[in-house]
């Protein structure tokens, strides 16, 4: 993988290149690779999951000063979600940096939507501490915040937020639940139920647990 060019393209210049290469680093690459004893994408992830959320509530307040606390929260959740973040990846091509097992390789995992919003948000968590919250401002000035309008994201909101829209309107809560996981480490499925209130409403599997909360929310919006 040519993560200098990676560099040219996002014009960031990593300090610990190491770091760079860990956020596209799936956990099936890692599974195949032990005895480098490399670390996955997912800590990263996580970091630059909260990352991305401050940066992106920071630029909205400071754009749309007209908008309510419930607007700026929805259009905060469209921008955020899996299939947002897919497109922002594939517009850089992250999807050719993917380090993938070759099983994961095999299946399609270069083009399925978890692993490249994951890996973008692994990347703003890579940025982040590499070279601070300002470079992060700045890469999303360039490749994020162009393309953030209302309306533009409407049609990307994802099947767990419009599940949670749709029963607060009702008082009620949403829990999801991981109720099992399915195979060896390098082709886990997990299974997901999601209850409304006390009572089940849907049930999805997936590659990740995000994947099966998703469908879980899906089929539960279907029943309703």
Excluded: W
Excluded at 90 to 119: H, I, Q, T, V
């Amino acid at each position: 993988m040519n993560f200098k060019q990676l560099q040219k393209d996002i014009n960031i210049q990593f300090k610990n290149e190491d770091l760079l290469k860990q956020a596209f680093m799936h956990t099936s690459y890692v599974n195949e690779h032990r005895e480098q004893q490399l670390e996955d994408n997912e800590r990263l992830e996580f970091l630059g999951d909260a990352v991305l959320e401050l940066a992106v509530s920071q630029y909205l307040y400071r754009e749309y000063k007209h908008m309510s606390e419930g607007e700026l929260t929805k259009f905060r959740a469209n921008i955020v979600c899996e299939p947002s973040l897919e497109k922002f990846a594939k517009d850089l091509n992250l999807n050719e940096f993917l380090l993938l097992g070759k099983g994961e390789e095999k299946s399609g995992g270069r083009e399925r939507p978890s692993l490249l919003a994951d890996a973008y948000e692994a990347l703003i968590g890579a940025i982040y501490l590499d070279q601070g919250f300002d470079q992060v401002i700045t890469f999303l000035s360039d490749f994020m915040y162009p393309k953030i309008e209302p309306g533009a994201f409407s049609h990307a909101m994802d099947y767990k937020t419009q599940l949670q829209e749709l029963v607060q309107q009702d008082g009620k809560q949403v829990q999801y639940k991981i109720v099992d996981e399915i195979g060896p480490a390098h082709n886990r499925k997990f299974v997901a139920d999601v209850f409304v209130g006390s009572e089940k409403k849907g049930k999805g599997t997936g590659r990740t647990k995000k994947e099966a909360e998703q469908e879980a929310a899906q089929k539960a919006l279907k029943g309703m």
